[in-house]
């Protein structure tokens, strides 16, 4: 059997990344359209051998589709996915719009699958944000070995989180330093190129930006109210892929054997952890795989119990349009 889906957002780089999601995982589909801002209108995207001509968002009827993997942008879905959840399509959605509403599910497969048995409460999953995904995939396995009470983490993320506006910007103003000219910042509040932002998204009023704020109670949802997260969220020069330094604090004795055993068995890890030059995954390592990285794994004797480890993944691919599409892989076998 095979499902009507329609994916909003397709122009930008995370909806390129779904098309692609797609087809690279086999999921049935028996139909699908692309869908836009009506500025977009007529553009063509490509979907396995099919082209595909985009579609007005607004104006789009979904009643008779299954499913929408939607990354418009936040105000946009705010708009169109309740629409086309009440015409009976099942909307799995990309932005920070719903994600910490109570009755709509947050799922990374790996870690809470069961939860989208709340997916019926309004016909919406969020998708979570692309640094909380990666890390809670690396923090899954360890949490079920020895409960996790704090974790300290410090991201470095791609400029292509702020989609392709922050790659071009990146590309630019990197051309434009070698070529002795003066670069201007639009989309990032300092110069990305040859240097490193401590801010993403907006100021809270604590001194936390929204993507910390993200970071943290994002994880208590998808996987443990009960722990403890601090987070400093920090964009750097490179264009795709995010890392992670995550430091974790547990409530029991954890042995550094159990977590190897525990890492190099959970499903959508990647232990790649050698004690030698290039012995460990960099952001470049990771383009174009939806895996989730582990490296650098060792102990952190500053605390009772705990432990220390690099994470790094393709934040377009498991950070977004792969994570979508497992999403509704799961809810095909589990539900649909």
Not at 26 to 48: C, H, M, N, Q, T
Not at 86 to 106: K, Q, W, Y
Not at 146 to 173: N, S
Not at 265 to 291: F, H, I, K, N, S
Request: aromatic share 8%; charged share 25%.
């Amino acid at each position: 059997m095979g499902y009507r889906v329609a994916v909003a957002g397709a122009t930008g780089a995370v909806g390129h990344q779904i098309f692609e999601a797609l087809e690279e995982t086999g999921f049935p589909v028996d139909d699908i359209v692309a869908l836009a801002s009506e500025r977009s209108v007529g553009k063509e995207v490509s979907f396995g051998d099919k082209t595909l001509k985009v579609q007005d968002l607004a104006k789009f009827n979904f009643e008779g589709w299954d499913l929408g993997l939607f990354s418009p942008g936040g105000k946009v879905s705010a708009i169109h996915a309740p629409r086309a959840a009440e015409a009976g399509c099942i909307v799995i959605d990309n932005t920070s719009h719903f994600r910490m509403e109570p009755d709509i599910p947050l799922v990374v497969p790996e870690v809470n699958r069961e939860a989208l048995a709340g997916f019926a409460n309004r016909n919406i999953i969020a998708n979570p944000n692309c640094s909380t995904i990666q890390m809670v995939v690396a923090l899954k396995p360890l949490h079920d070995i020895a409960r996790i009470k704090r974790v300290v983490v410090a991201t470095y993320q791609a400029a292509g989180g702020a989609g392709k506006a922050g790659m071009d910007e990146l590309y630019y103003q990197t051309k434009g330093i070698y070529q002795m000219e003066d670069v201007e910042p639009k989309k990032f509040p300092k110069q990305i190129a040859f240097n490193v932002i401590p801010h993403i998204d907006v100021f809270m009023q604590d001194g936390s930006t929204k993507e910390e704020w993200k970071m943290v109670h994002e994880t208590k949802k998808i996987l443990d109210p009960e722990i403890e997260v601090v987070a400093t969220c920090v964009r750097v020069p490179v264009l795709v892929g995010h890392s992670e330094a995550v430091n974790i604090e547990f409530e029991e004795p954890i042995d550094i054997d159990q977590a190897y055993e525990a890492l190099s068995e959970a499903p959508g890890v990647v232990l790649l952890d050698r004690r030698e030059d290039g012995g460990y995954a960099t952001p470049v390592d990771c383009v174009g795989d939806p895996a989730v990285f582990v490296s650098r794994l060792r102990e952190d004797t500053t605390v009772p119990y705990g432990l220390t480890m690099w994470v790094v993944s393709d934040n377009l691919r498991k950070g977004a349009a792969y994570n979508a599409v497992q999403i509704a892989q799961a809810l095909a076998e589990d539900y649909l």
